[in-house]
């Protein structure tokens, strides 16, 4: 070895200068060409453009990164691509704050240049982050959702599933968020409990007196169709059929009885409105109940309330009080706690409202999301049923139209005379419609030239799930489905529900097949004081912090070592830190290792004469590995860290190099042949700890690989070398017995020094040991030098007899004996 370790250790330098390398080695680089090795593909989530890489996101790519990593060295042709998932409204918002503008005052495609220009920007920020904590992308696969070139797959896909009959358009009830008014998807509402006042309002019958009704949204009054009882409930039975007025308004509506209304709540008397919840949506189906509609796009009162038009649902509540209390039919209001349904995005309670939009039929492919979630294979395991519930559960088709600036436009136009639809033909897309018009003459119905376009655009996840089939390479590539189903769909235990269900819908309505053979799940990543991550909780931790002050492979080991696979995460200083130790740990025992391989020839097939404790790290490190390979193999990475962790702090560093120390240093007491022994040891552990650790401390491990390894293992990278294949042959459970033992001995004549407060150099002038046994005496012998050599021990005499001393811990017959 004729090149040594510096002393200083700059892992920063380090990180960039291999980062940089790795990029124009083109290590990481995907080869279509390549026919012989088996491929893996990723399917990479492209990211929100935020311009904040946060540590939720260094948690998920840390996952497949390592998972990436793992499986280059197992030989596999990896395609590890990355997009950014560049539409969506916080853009908008922040593109009207920046400029001073609203999106209505410019046209959409200047509009549209403004946010592509911030996007831009923001994904500089992100790309850097991805690169600084290392990943292994292969960075020419980049794309952005924002391209024409992107929104010709997104609207080819649209054009696909509208001529296969999953999409359709339709007036119904969606989810309306009036502040970014926009409809918005079942999976993009949450759901927050907070507390309301419960209203307790008299509807008059005439002169029958009244029914009590139980409410926490009085605004709607205006809206409300009908007044529904349990059909067992005894107290009403005589009211059912009767009209009852419905307050501040001059209208009458109908007593019904509908079994859905819970006798317990309130008063046990229910107003159906249009619409105050999805219940409400349920009962005017089954009932046939008319619509009215008294609230806006802006959250606004409509016509239809009457003398409340124009004004917010807050307001018009609190007018609505007033009048109630100045009729005299406010019979109380009770505080209760509600489960109030909000926008993900912004936190506004939600209105449901009566729209036309763009439909996807989802529901109908319910039972295949089941059958297919269950075929693939999940890390961990239990997650599947996320995926399952979500679909039986949902009451709604997808809609999948958006009344937004900055997205991909929805290929249709209409006629202007007969209304007509008119899809764009495949080799039209890319196209904006708002830009320009279809490519045909006239209206195939009715013969008019002119058209208008759909002014709305499509879902942000409308973009976003069909990343498996793209990043195969449809539909330009023939060859496509070489990389499809993608391996692995990585992603946030909290978003399964959107990205891995609407990739599971989109890919088996477009092609019948399911996106993804396995799914790995992460958790989240929790503060400082184990709440969730939130700058507003002031635990929050920016991962530019992070890596600025301990570099990325000490991050690294805090998401692989930090929890189960699955579970939240919390952000620890400590863990980072001890990391970082770690890295110190390993360089330190590298550079020891390379001072003394300077005049080491790695050979094959000479017979080594090695050691009992040569023996025992080198059946320790193929146990090391089987674990580690199977603990990858099931993506379990916390246990992968633990245990190589824990074999090169502790086996390799603290006991195997220290316990050989004093034979490596002197050939001429020991002889050269042991000497060479250590010197094969220490090359071969030390790069199977390079190779096992690879994945997880990428630029470390290259850094020591490039030194000492590269010129004879002729790899150009640690990441391109042979993942080690653990071979029981290997284990050796006499040499490990044997070692343990030997081990065992020194551990205790050290811990004798520490507690007497010697130097751990004192001599000792002699040391009997009892064995205990003509065995254990044999074994011992064996270790002679070694233990002689690390407790500088003048003479050793090992009895096989018992006898008085100090005890060996985990061996209660051996005892020693030291003079000093
Ligand atoms: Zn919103
Ligand atoms: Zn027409």
Known sequence: MKQALPKKFNIFEVEEKWQKKWEEMGVYRFDRDDKTRPTFSIDTPPPYPSGEFHMGLVLNWTYFDIVARYKRMSGYNVYFPQGWDCHGLPTEVEVEKLHRIKKTDLPPDQFRMLCEKLVGKNIGAMKKAITNLGCSIDWTTEYKTMDPDYWRRTQLSFVLLHKKGFIYRGTHPVNWCPRCETAIADAEVEYETR????????????????????????????????????????????????????????????????????????????????????????????????????????????????????????????????????????????????????????????????????????????????????????????????????????????????????????????????????????????????????????????????????????????????????HAGWPDREDWKRLFPADVHPSGVDIIRTWAYYLMVRHLALFNEKPYKSCLINGMVLGTDGRSMHKSFGNYVASQEVFSKYGADATRQWVAGGGATGSDIPFRWPDVEYGWRFLIKLWNAARFVCTQLKDYEPKENVKYSLQPLDKWISSKAEKLTKKVTDALETCQFNIAMEEIRNFTWHVFCDCYIEAVKDRVYKPDFYGKEKREAVQRTLYTVLYRILQLLAPITPHVTEEIYQIMYAEEKSHKSVHLCPWPTPDEKHVDEEAEKRGDLIMAVITEVRREKAEKRMPLNTQIKKLTIYAGGKDMAEMIVEGRDDISGTCKVADIEVLSKKGDGREIKDYSDIRFFAEY
């Open 195 to 470: 507390t309301a006042q419960l209203h307790c309002i008299n509807f008059e019958l005439g002169d029958d007196g009244f029914l009590t009704v139980a409410t926490t949204r009085p605004e709607l009054i205006p809206a409300c169709v009908t007044v529904a009882v349990n059909p067992q409930d005894e107290r009403y039975r005589r009211y059912v059929g009767k009209k009852i007025r419905v307050p501040t308004t001059n209208r009458t509506v109908e007593v019904i009885t509908d079994d859905l209304v819970d006798q317990e709540f309130g008063t046990g008397v229910v107003m159906i409105c249009t619409y105050g919840d999805k219940a409400d949506v349920k009962s005017v189906a089954k009932h046939k109940l008319p619509v009215i509609t008294c609230v806006n796009e802006k959250g606004r009162m409509t016509q239809n309330a009457g003398k409340y038009v124009g004004m917010t649902t807050e307001e018009a509540k609190k007018a609505i009080i007033e009048d109630l209390k100045k009729e005299g039919l406010l019979e109380k209001i009770e505080p209760t706690n509600q489960e109030v349904s909000v926008c993900w995005r912004c936190h506004t309670p939600i209105e449901i409202l009566e729209k036309e939009q763009w439909f996807m039929k989802t529901r109908i492919l319910s039972s295949q999301v089941e059958k297919n979630a269950l075929e693939i294979r999940w890390y961990p395991d239990y997650m599947k049923h996320r995926l399952i519930d979500w679909a039986k559960s949902l009451e709604w088709d997808w809609v999948i139209s958006r009344q937004r600036v900055f997205a991909t436009p929805i290929p249709i136009w209409y006629c202007k005379k007969c209304n007509e639809i008119i899809l764009a033909e495949p080799n039209w897309l890319p196209i904006d419609p708002r830009i320009e018009n279809p490519k045909i003459d006239k209206c195939p119905n009715c013969g008019s030239k002119e058209f208008k376009p759909e002014r709305d655009v499509l879902d942000t996840w409308f973009d976003s799930s069909i990343t498996c089939a793209v």
